[in-house]
């Protein structure tokens, strides 16, 4: 059953606050996802190092996701989700500026690992804030805000499609891209100081007084001044609840443990070679058709957010369509080794963007809900820091593979890594009736 905070932000609905906070996750996603896809440009500006050096750029943004991921799921756990996302937003628009002015590879290292330091602040709060602030009957939304990776993905290839094609101006194509965000990222700054904390995190550790007080505040911004809540009742059982890491590992949450840490790892250890390099997977010398077909797979992989959505609430559940939406990644991969021309990686790109876009979307709407609220940030947190140890790794192998075994070798290993995340998430617990229940 669901507790008083849900039943009252059920009984506030989905307003104004609602997609207020809904938008500044996905700014926050898109900006994170974003800012590391500008790697896959700034390795084309060092043409004499090896793809195995290239990708020491996408470790060092891992690494300080990691640190940053670490830190950060522990301490929302304990003082909060709110204070942490609006110190996240200031660190990532330092990183941004130095991006931004960056002119030597020392310094695009010391400003990549700064956009890890505030990427992994927003990515390992954003899902449980957002989770505790909806209506339980809007948990589609978790699924929705994937569809914000894409946006910011997009948002860097369709930059460096517009300078390539009209050159419009003489600056380079990742530079734009991140003057780009850097704008759009002051502008959230200022959106972000309208959010309150989670009324769900509060419940929890029994800060029932500050739970009404947000309440109240959430239905006013939604255009409801009549809305109150009796506390006396709940004053007295002072429902305080602590996380801890050992509990993470410990029945009932041992075995979701063990198997989501498998799948980030796995995941991640796949996915993020291949998304950085795709630049070298597509083989064409004319640039421009290149960005087009990058730009087109990150669009058309949407369908794949949408109907990941929609897939969850089904009779599939969660966890069939994860598990089922790995394998298709899996199968998709090979056709960029069939492909030889415009057209069959325009067929690849769409199947292989879809696919991937299904299956994270999937594993971000299925994470935070296997937890309980005095554990969901922690444990978000700590497999955001699993899945970058895995993008640390994959960023090096990858090039490496490419370098030494070529296309065809490292696609196949990539392809054999998804199947065995696949068969990881058949050890996760369905989520999906528990929504159900908690929302009536």
């Known amino acids: 059953m669901a507790n008083v905070a849900e039943t ?10 609602q ?28 043409p004499d190092l090896t793809n195995a050096n290239k990708g020491v750029l996408g470790s060092i943004l891992n690494l300080g996701l990691l640190l ?9 756990d304990k003082s909060g989700r709110i204070v942490l996302f609006k110190k996240g937003c200031y660190i990532m628009m330092l990183g941004l500026i130095a991006l931004t002015l960056s002119h030597t590879f020392l310094s695009l290292l010391l400003s990549l690992f700064i956009i890890g330091l505030g990427c992994g602040l927003d990515m390992s709060i954003t899902n449980s804030l957002l989770m505790e602030s909806i209506p339980n009957s809007s948990r589609k939304y978790l699924a929705l805000l994937s569809v914000s990776m894409n946006v910011g993905a997009t948002f860097v290839y369709a930059c460096a499609l517009t300078i390539e094609y009209f050159k419009v101006i003489t600056i380079t194509d990742w530079r734009a891209a991140a003057i780009g965000f ?33 309440l109240i505040k959430i239905a006013k911004f939604n255009g409801n001044d009549s809305f109150d809540i009796d506390i006396k009742d709940l004053m007295e059982k002072n429902n305080t609840k602590k996380g801890s890491f050992g509990e993470l590992f410990k029945a ?67 966890k069939l369509t994860t598990v089922l939406s790995f394998f298709l990644v899996a199968v998709t991969l090979f056709g960029f080794s069939l492909a030889s021309g415009f057209t069959e990686y325009i067929i690849a790109s769409f199947a292989f963007g879809n696919a991937v876009n299904l ?20 444990a978000f947190g700590f497999m955001m820091g ?19 075994h070529g296309i065809s070798a490292t696609l ?29």
């Open 8 to 17: 009252c932000l059920e009984r506030i609905g989905w307003g104004r606050y």
């Open 19 to 46: 997609k207020l906070i809904f938008l500044c996750s996905c700014e926050a996603v898109a900006t994170g996802i974003g800012s590391s896809m500008l790697i896959s440009l700034i390795i084309t500006q060092f």
């Open 68 to 76: 940053a991921a670490g830190y950060s799921g522990r301490k929302a």
């Open 182 to 214: 850097t704008i759009l990222h002051g502008i959230f700054i200022y959106l972000r100081s309208f959010l309150e904390e989670g009324p769900v995190f509060l419940y929890d550790k029994g800060k029932i007084e500050e739970m009404k007080e947000v």
């Open 252 to 318: 009932p949450l041992s075995t979701v443990t063990f198997s989501l840490t498998t799948i980030f790892f796995l995941t991640f250890l796949s996915l993020q070679g291949i998304i950085m390099f795709m630049p070298k997977i597509i083989v064409t010398e004319n640039k421009l058709e290149k960005y087009v077909l990058l730009s087109f797979q990150q669009v058309c992989g949407l369908p794949g957010k949408f109907l990941g959505a929609k897939l969850i609430d089904t009779s599939l559940g969660r």
């Open 359 to 378: 299956s994270v979307s999937c594993l971000y709407a299925i994470t935070p809900e296997s937890y309980p609220p005095s554990n969901r940030s922690l």
């Open 386 to 404: 699993i899945s970058r140890i895995g993008a640390m790794i994959s960023s090096m192998t990858t090039g490496k593979m490419l370098d030494k």
């Open 412 to 440: 196949s290993y990539s392809a054999f890594i998804f199947v065995l995340a696949g068969s990881a998430s058949l050890k996760l617990k369905e989520t999906r009736d528990d929504v159900k229940l908690k929302s009536k």
